[in-house]
Protein backbone atom coordinates (compact mmCIF):
# COMPACT_ATOMS: atom_id res chain seq x y z
CA UNK A 1 0.00 0.00 0.00
CA UNK A 2 2.95 2.50 1.07
CA UNK A 3 4.39 1.71 -2.65
CA UNK A 4 1.40 2.41 -4.60
CA UNK A 5 0.80 5.39 -2.60
CA UNK A 6 4.56 6.67 -2.59
CA UNK A 7 4.00 5.99 -6.96
CA UNK A 8 0.73 8.03 -7.08
CA UNK A 9 2.34 10.96 -5.49
CA UNK A 10 5.12 10.84 -7.17
CA UNK A 11 5.09 11.00 -11.38
CA UNK A 12 8.67 11.15 -10.86
CA UNK A 13 8.46 7.09 -10.77
CA UNK A 14 6.92 5.01 -14.03
CA UNK A 15 6.71 1.84 -11.89
CA UNK A 16 8.11 0.09 -8.60
CA UNK A 17 8.74 -3.17 -7.98
CA UNK A 18 10.03 -5.23 -5.12
CA UNK A 19 12.22 -8.15 -4.14
CA UNK A 20 13.05 -10.19 -1.37
CA UNK A 21 16.23 -11.40 -0.32
CA UNK A 22 16.15 -14.60 -2.55
CA UNK A 23 15.47 -12.17 -5.54
CA UNK A 24 12.12 -13.20 -5.90
CA UNK A 25 10.21 -10.37 -7.01
CA UNK A 26 7.38 -9.82 -4.74
CA UNK A 27 5.43 -6.90 -5.52
CA UNK A 28 5.44 -5.25 -9.29
CA UNK A 29 3.11 -1.66 -10.19
CA UNK A 30 3.61 -2.83 -13.40
CA UNK A 31 4.29 -6.28 -15.90
CA UNK A 32 7.54 -6.73 -17.25
CA UNK A 33 9.81 -9.43 -17.23
CA UNK A 34 13.14 -9.52 -14.81
CA UNK A 35 16.13 -9.51 -17.26
CA UNK A 36 19.19 -11.81 -16.25
CA UNK A 37 21.36 -8.64 -16.04
CA UNK A 38 18.86 -7.41 -13.38
CA UNK A 39 18.58 -10.23 -11.49
CA UNK A 40 22.76 -9.66 -11.26
CA UNK A 41 22.37 -6.82 -10.47
CA UNK A 42 19.88 -7.33 -7.58
CA UNK A 43 21.38 -9.97 -5.85
CA UNK A 44 24.67 -7.69 -5.83
CA UNK A 45 22.64 -5.27 -3.73
CA UNK A 46 21.44 -7.75 -1.86
CA UNK A 47 24.84 -9.09 -0.89
CA UNK A 48 26.66 -5.78 -0.51
CA UNK A 49 24.00 -4.32 1.69
CA UNK A 50 24.13 -7.51 3.82
CA UNK A 51 27.80 -8.31 3.75
CA UNK A 52 29.54 -4.76 3.56
CA UNK A 53 26.49 -2.52 5.14
CA UNK A 54 26.52 -0.55 1.83
CA UNK A 55 23.59 1.00 1.40
CA UNK A 56 23.45 3.26 -1.86
CA UNK A 57 21.53 3.76 -4.47
CA UNK A 58 22.67 2.03 -7.62
CA UNK A 59 21.95 2.27 -11.59
CA UNK A 60 20.40 -0.62 -12.89
CA UNK A 61 21.01 -2.00 -16.36
CA UNK A 62 19.58 0.22 -18.76
CA UNK A 63 16.54 -1.27 -20.62
CA UNK A 64 18.44 -0.96 -24.68
CA UNK A 65 14.90 -0.88 -26.13
CA UNK A 66 13.92 2.54 -27.96
CA UNK A 67 10.72 3.12 -26.47
CA UNK A 68 12.04 2.61 -23.01
CA UNK A 69 15.41 4.83 -23.41
CA UNK A 70 14.05 7.42 -21.13
CA UNK A 71 13.42 5.15 -18.32
CA UNK A 72 16.23 4.95 -15.99
CA UNK A 73 16.55 1.94 -13.46
CA UNK A 74 17.59 3.08 -9.80
CA UNK A 75 18.07 -0.26 -7.14
CA UNK A 76 18.24 -0.11 -3.51
CA UNK A 77 18.36 -2.26 -0.31
CA UNK A 78 15.26 -2.77 2.34
CA UNK A 79 16.30 -3.37 5.03
CA UNK A 80 13.89 -4.55 8.03
CA UNK A 81 13.12 -3.26 11.59
CA UNK A 82 15.93 -4.93 13.17
CA UNK A 83 18.71 -2.81 10.27
CA UNK A 84 19.22 -6.24 8.39
CA UNK A 85 18.89 -6.09 4.49
CA UNK A 86 16.12 -7.79 3.69
CA UNK A 87 15.33 -7.34 -0.13
CA UNK A 88 15.78 -4.60 -2.64
CA UNK A 89 13.88 -2.36 -3.78
CA UNK A 90 13.89 -1.35 -7.93
CA UNK A 91 12.27 2.20 -8.99
CA UNK A 92 12.13 2.96 -12.71
CA UNK A 93 13.09 6.79 -13.39
CA UNK A 94 10.81 8.71 -15.92
CA UNK A 95 13.90 10.86 -17.29
CA UNK A 96 11.80 13.07 -18.88
CA UNK A 97 9.85 14.36 -16.45
CA UNK A 98 12.59 14.53 -14.13
CA UNK A 99 14.33 16.95 -16.67
CA UNK A 100 11.03 19.07 -16.98
CA UNK A 101 11.84 19.65 -13.56
CA UNK A 102 14.72 21.89 -14.93
CA UNK A 103 13.03 23.45 -17.69
CA UNK A 104 12.92 27.00 -16.11
CA UNK A 105 16.88 26.62 -16.83
CA UNK A 106 18.03 29.09 -19.46
CA UNK A 107 20.48 26.34 -21.36
CA UNK A 108 21.31 29.35 -24.17
CA UNK A 109 22.46 28.65 -27.39
CA UNK A 110 25.37 26.09 -26.22
CA UNK A 111 23.76 25.02 -23.10
CA UNK A 112 23.09 21.63 -21.93
CA UNK A 113 21.21 19.79 -18.88
CA UNK A 114 23.14 16.50 -18.34
CA UNK A 115 22.34 13.25 -16.05
CA UNK A 116 25.64 10.98 -15.86
CA UNK A 117 26.52 8.45 -13.83
CA UNK A 118 28.82 8.41 -11.12
CA UNK A 119 31.94 7.56 -13.44
CA UNK A 120 30.73 10.16 -15.79
CA UNK A 121 28.66 8.31 -18.41
CA UNK A 122 25.82 10.21 -20.12
CA UNK A 123 22.48 8.97 -19.39
CA UNK A 124 20.70 11.44 -20.83
CA UNK A 125 21.02 14.81 -22.06
CA UNK A 126 19.05 18.45 -22.59
CA UNK A 127 19.69 21.13 -25.17
CA UNK A 128 17.61 23.79 -26.34
CA UNK A 129 16.97 21.35 -29.56
CA UNK A 130 15.45 18.67 -27.65
CA UNK A 131 16.30 15.51 -25.33
CA UNK A 132 19.01 13.32 -26.34
CA UNK A 133 19.51 10.04 -25.27
CA UNK A 134 23.20 9.07 -25.46
CA UNK A 135 25.22 5.14 -25.70
CA UNK A 136 29.26 5.50 -25.13
CA UNK A 137 29.48 9.27 -24.32
CA UNK A 138 31.84 10.16 -21.19
CA UNK A 139 32.56 13.29 -19.23
CA UNK A 140 35.39 14.15 -16.95
CA UNK A 141 33.69 14.51 -13.12
CA UNK A 142 37.28 14.52 -11.70
CA UNK A 143 37.17 18.02 -11.04
CA UNK A 144 33.46 17.46 -9.83
CA UNK A 145 35.05 15.27 -7.28
CA UNK A 146 38.07 17.51 -6.23
CA UNK A 147 35.75 20.37 -5.09
CA UNK A 148 34.53 18.08 -2.08
CA UNK A 149 31.45 19.34 -2.52
CA UNK A 150 28.13 18.23 -3.42
CA UNK A 151 27.25 20.63 -5.66
CA UNK A 152 29.33 23.57 -6.88
CA UNK A 153 30.45 24.76 -9.94
CA UNK A 154 33.86 24.56 -11.87
CA UNK A 155 35.42 25.92 -14.92
CA UNK A 156 36.93 24.20 -18.01
CA UNK A 157 36.48 22.06 -21.10
CA UNK A 158 33.92 20.05 -19.86
CA UNK A 159 32.00 19.74 -22.50
CA UNK A 160 35.44 18.44 -24.86
CA UNK A 161 34.57 21.30 -27.31
CA UNK A 162 37.68 23.13 -26.97
CA UNK A 163 36.25 26.24 -25.46
CA UNK A 164 36.05 27.28 -22.03
CA UNK A 165 32.92 26.08 -20.06
CA UNK A 166 30.92 26.72 -17.01
CA UNK A 167 29.48 23.76 -15.62
CA UNK A 168 27.56 23.91 -12.21
CA UNK A 169 26.81 19.91 -10.72
CA UNK A 170 25.02 18.54 -8.18
CA UNK A 171 25.48 14.63 -7.10
CA UNK A 172 23.28 14.00 -3.96
CA UNK A 173 24.74 11.96 -1.33
CA UNK A 174 24.51 8.14 -1.74
CA UNK A 175 22.98 9.02 -5.49
CA UNK A 176 24.76 7.32 -8.38
CA UNK A 177 24.10 10.31 -10.87
CA UNK A 178 25.22 13.89 -11.28
CA UNK A 179 22.55 16.79 -12.50
CA UNK A 180 25.17 19.05 -14.34
CA UNK A 181 24.22 22.17 -16.49
CA UNK A 182 26.81 23.67 -18.75
CA UNK A 183 26.80 27.10 -20.36
CA UNK A 184 30.10 28.08 -22.67
CA UNK A 185 31.12 31.15 -20.57
CA UNK A 186 31.20 33.37 -24.25
CA UNK A 187 27.93 32.26 -24.32
CA UNK A 188 27.23 33.54 -20.78
CA UNK A 189 29.09 36.37 -21.07
CA UNK A 190 26.96 37.42 -23.76
CA UNK A 191 24.03 39.26 -22.67
CA UNK A 192 26.81 41.39 -20.43
CA UNK A 193 29.01 41.83 -23.48
CA UNK A 194 25.54 43.07 -25.27
CA UNK A 195 24.47 45.28 -22.24
CA UNK A 196 28.10 46.67 -22.42
CA UNK A 197 28.26 47.83 -25.90
CA UNK A 198 25.00 49.46 -25.97
CA UNK A 199 25.95 51.45 -22.55
CA UNK A 200 28.94 52.14 -24.39
CA UNK A 201 27.23 53.30 -27.97
CA UNK A 202 24.41 55.34 -25.33
CA UNK A 203 27.26 57.00 -23.51
CA UNK A 204 29.04 57.81 -26.82
CA UNK A 205 26.14 59.44 -27.88
CA UNK A 206 25.11 61.16 -24.86
CA UNK A 207 29.10 62.72 -24.86
CA UNK A 208 28.62 63.87 -28.31
CA UNK A 209 25.44 65.61 -27.77
CA UNK A 210 27.28 67.12 -24.27
CA UNK A 211 29.90 68.42 -26.36
CA UNK A 212 27.86 69.77 -29.10
CA UNK A 213 25.76 72.02 -26.74
CA UNK A 214 29.08 73.23 -25.05
CA UNK A 215 30.03 74.11 -28.11
CA UNK A 216 26.66 75.74 -29.30
CA UNK A 217 26.69 77.54 -25.73
CA UNK A 218 30.28 78.51 -26.16
CA UNK A 219 29.88 79.91 -29.19
CA UNK A 220 26.95 81.52 -28.25
CA UNK A 221 28.94 83.55 -25.65
CA UNK A 222 31.77 84.46 -27.88
CA UNK A 223 29.27 85.71 -30.07
CA UNK A 224 26.83 87.98 -27.66
CA UNK A 225 30.73 89.11 -26.96
CA UNK A 226 31.38 90.27 -30.11
CA UNK A 227 28.11 91.71 -30.74
CA UNK A 228 28.71 93.85 -27.23
CA UNK A 229 32.29 94.85 -27.99
CA UNK A 230 30.75 96.24 -31.99
CA UNK A 231 28.33 98.35 -29.84
CA UNK A 232 30.87 99.77 -27.54
CA UNK A 233 32.54 100.68 -30.46
CA UNK A 234 29.45 102.57 -32.68
CA UNK A 235 28.96 104.09 -29.13
CA UNK A 236 32.51 105.52 -28.76
CA UNK A 237 32.18 106.86 -32.71
CA UNK A 238 28.97 108.39 -32.29
CA UNK A 239 30.12 110.06 -29.00
CA UNK A 240 33.57 111.40 -31.39
CA UNK A 241 31.39 112.47 -34.10
CA UNK A 242 28.95 114.72 -31.65
CA UNK A 243 32.40 116.39 -29.70
Same mark, same amino acid.
Given at each position: ?????? *?ASDRLFLHVALYDKAM???? %?????????????????????? #????????????????????? *? !?? $???????? =???????? $???? =??GYFLQLYQHVDLGHTG??? !???? =??EVVAEARQAGLLVQDG?????? %???????????????????? #? =??????? &?????????????????????? &???????????????????????????????????????? %???????? $???
Open positions: NQLVAM *QRRVY %SSAPFADRPSLQEAVAEVVADG #RSRGIHQVRLAPRLTEAEQAW *Q !VP $LLMPVSGA =DGQVRGAI $LLVL =DLALQ !VLRA =DGVYRDVS %SFDRTGQVQGSVNGDFMSTG #R =DTLSSFY &HAPDAPFYVVTSRETQDILADY &HATRRRFLITMTVLSAFIVLATWWVAYGIRRQGRYALALV %SSNQQNQA $LIT
